[in-house]
């Protein structure tokens, strides 16, 4: 017996399907824009009380706690995935910029890039600073200030590590800063490298 020719969908079918995708990749980008509002509401919350529970982390973001819930079964995986998120933006900034050769407008770059994931992820990084299974991010930026002091960039008169505790501590308060009004990112950055190659720069 012959086979049937199933013959050409309509062009209702295919817009069908065609809506249906759309849908779906819309559902998704909603989806990850809540999740990203939540990790950032929550990031804010936790710095101003650690304790806060997730009731109070959706009456800040907006959304009922079943939001929040659905998507973070716990605290302990709330604070988990804040952590992962400040580390990778941490780490994405570091290696951008680690890309390139040695020089002050990369140090500034990497100021900016630092200060705006400091300002976003307070309290996520106060986690991955904790976490001694979390040591890429510091070893990156370990690895490309001492680059820094070879190429003369950066002074070789001080450690490298000395160099490291020394810039996040001066994005820290230049973060901090952002976060109560009273400099823009741009600012504090600006304003961080300043400070950082006055004390540390080298003779290039």
Not at 5 to 25: D, E, M
Not at 30 to 43: K, M, N, P, Y
Not at 137 to 157: F, I, K, Q
Request: glycine letters at 8%.
């Amino acid at each position: 017996m012959a086979r049937r020719s199933r013959g050409p969908r309509s062009a209702a079918a295919l817009a069908g399907g065609a809506g249906v995708a759309v849908g779906i990749t819309a559902h998704r980008a909603d989806s990850q824009e809540t999740v990203l509002r939540i990790l950032i509401t929550a990031d804010r919350v936790l710095l101003d009380d650690p304790g806060a529970s997730l009731q109070a982390v959706a009456d800040a973001a907006g959304v009922d706690r079943t939001t929040v819930h659905r998507r973070f079964t716990s605290r302990a995986s709330l604070i988990r995935a804040l952590a992962e998120r400040a580390e990778a933006e941490l780490l994405a900034a570091i290696e951008q910029v680690a890309a390139t050769p040695p020089s002050t407008a990369a140090i500034a770059r990497l100021a900016r890039l630092l200060v705006v994931a400091k300002t976003r992820w307070a309290f996520g990084i106060r986690v991955v600073a904790t976490d001694p299974s979390r040591p890429r991010g510091a070893a990156e930026l370990c690895g490309y200030l001492d680059r820094c002091r070879a190429d003369g960039v950066l002074t070789a008169a001080v450690p490298t590590s000395w160099l490291v505790a020394s810039l996040l501590e001066i994005l820290r308060l230049a973060a901090d800063e952002v976060r109560d009004g009273s400099a823009s990112a741009d600012e504090a950055a600006s304003l961080a490298q300043q400070v950082f190659l006055n004390g540390y720069g080298g003779a290039s």
